[in-house]
């Protein structure tokens, strides 16, 4: 079948234009990115759509699964085993959606998932395989599998040796941690309106989530108050205690950086700093957490 040659190449096509975005994007898609999709000889392929499960024009199979549930802490669907499972399109197992996700199962052609991390922003994994249908609880078990992630000319999905378990379970552990850094700088940086804390930097490729009690504390959890958007410069400059925060949002300079004489970046991005104020979320909620400050700057003091 003709089409079935051509869908698996722009399926490929798919997956090399996500790598390719992935360096500089850590694998998150805004949904309009997304919505919009890439050209690939001269057909245009929606990522993603208005459904879950999502068929571009004209394909038989679909491309991506969407799972729109946010926030950290609903990231953890997927068992250490590796697997997730993903819920049909309503109750009807014999509804076109549905019958996409067994044809990829009977197939074996790898899907993109695409989950949210933070107001329509989404993290992409993939290659994602279906392996199981279970038609009595409307879902579908899915697991992510490297394998299918490349394929020969001419070659066939179906073709393809499913990675040992242990290889999943790895890419499972990699994909989790990632997803859990990701969301958490998302909701920061989202949370200080794409600015740095401390120079108002307004370029989110440049922003950061710092942590103000280390991921390594276990008082360090990924919670809003706990992180302060900062852009590379002051990220670093906070992580090394050349600035600290005090709990009341005023930023210090560390004394002996503040005598050397040096160029631009050290007056202006580092000393004139010195004694000024934090730039905080309009939410309280959101705002960084005074005990968890003080305890850093603690740190800062004796550094
Ligand atoms: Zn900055």
Not at 45 to 65: D, E, H, N, R
Not at 114 to 138: H, S, T
Not at 198 to 219: F, M
Not at 262 to 287: C, F, N, W, Y
């Amino acid at each position: 079948m003709a089409f079935e040659v051509d869908e698996t190449g722009l399926r490929i096509a798919v997956f090399q234009w996500l790598r390719e975005r992935e360096a500089w994007n850590n694998g998150i898609f805004s949904g309009r990115e997304l919505n919009e999709g890439i050209t690939v000889a001269g057909r245009r392929i929606t990522l993603k759509g208005q459904t879950g499960i999502w068929f571009p024009a004209g394909w038989a199979m679909p491309v991506s699964i969407t799972t729109s549930n946010r926030g950290l802490y609903k990231l953890d669907e997927i068992g250490d085993d590796g697997f997730f499972t993903y819920a049909y399109r309503g109750n009807d197992p014999g509804h076109r959606d549905n019958v996409g996700l067994r044809n990829a199962l009977r197939t074996r052609t790898p899907l993109v998932y695409f989950k949210e991390v933070e107001g329509a922003r989404y993290q992409a994994i993939w290659p994602v395989i279906v392996l199981d249908d279970m038609p009595d609880r409307l879902c579908v078990r899915a697991a992510i599998d490297p394998a299918y992630g490349e394929l020969k000319a001419g070659a066939r999905f179906g073709d393809i040796d499913a990675s040992p378990l242990d290889v999943r379970r790895y890419a499972w552990g990699q994909t989790r941690h990632r997803l859990h850094q990701n969301a958490f700088r998302e909701m920061v940086v989202s949370a200080y309106d794409q600015r740095c804390a401390i120079c108002r930097l307004n370029h989110p490729e440049l922003l950061d989530a710092a942590h103000i009690i280390p991921d390594s504390d276990e008082r360090g959890t990924p919670v809003i108050p706990n992180g302060l958007s900062l852009c590379k410069i002051h990220h670093a400059a906070y992580d090394k205690n050349i600035l600290g925060i005090d709990p009341d949002y005023r930023v210090h300079i560390r004394e002996d950086i503040l005598l050397e004489r040096d160029g631009p970046m050290l007056k202006h991005g580092l000393q004139e700093l010195d004694g000024s104020s934090l730039i905080v979320p309009k939410r309280v909620a959101e705002r960084p957490d005074r005990e968890r400050l003080k305890v850093r700057f603690g740190e800062f003091r004796s550094a």
